[in-house]
């Protein structure tokens, strides 16, 4: 039997724990066949980012159209897009595909290195964000798109409906940047979903958001509805975390492969 299709649309991480690399990893390991479409060339390694080199649009259409049209897919997740027009080609790739997409707005590396152009939140905001159905900004996100600045838990409601009033169909709020539990909070406007998991003290958690947009994507793939398909993410990305490890000199990757086991012969 084929298994699920899954689509990346992203950038490179050379040092292989985000990007599209976390993103296949991730597909594999959940059991879909990930394909992908390059944005961006980035030099980058566990201290950081060193270079990024953005991709021609018609680089990026031909790519989409070239799966797309041939192969199918069953779920589309965004990540870096670093100009307006990357984000305006992609944003009406993804309005005339008939399959859900997961948008990870992606802004900064975790190094805090700048993955968007300034000029292109607007893009964001109006052509990317209303053809999602999950958005999965981190707190540095919510901050950058709307202006909101999430201090406690209390916040992430009011995080929530500012991106929600740009036209995603879901939104999931992720909170791991606050103190105490890891709590996100993913909603639609009318239901609302509180997911918690134990803060884990682990420093290796590079490519956690590339690995979470991709595993909700894989869900949505598999014809799980987006609360199912979110919560089974969170749960595969804390196993991810909780097994990271050390890699060169600075933050190492999360371990996409934890749940599949590990020959160490």
Known sequence: MRPPLVLTVAGSDSGGGAGIQADLKTMLALGTHGMSVLTAVTAQNSRGVQGAWELPVDAVREQFRSVVDDIGVQAVKTGMLSSAELVETVAELLAGT???????????????????AASALDSVRTRLLPVATVATPNL?????????????????????????????HWVLIKGGHLAGDAVDLLT??????????????????????????????????????VPEAVTAAKEYVTGAIAAGFPLGDGIGPVDHGWALGRDTR
Do not use: F, I, M
């Open 98 to 116: 008939d399959a859900p997409a997961v948008v990870d707005p992606v802004g900064v590396s975790k190094h805090g290195d700048a993955l968007l």
């Open 140 to 168: 540095d996100e919510v901050a950058q798109l709307t202006g909101v600045r999430v201090e406690s838990e209390s916040d992430l409601r009011r995080a929530a409906d500012a991106v929600l009033a740009y036209g995603p």
């Open 188 to 225: 639609d406007g009318t239901e609302e979903h509180w997911l918690r998991a134990p803060r884990l003290d682990n420093r290796h958690t590079h490519g956690t958001g590339c690995t979470l947009a991709s595993a909700v994507a894989c869900g949505l793939a598999k014809g799980r509805s």
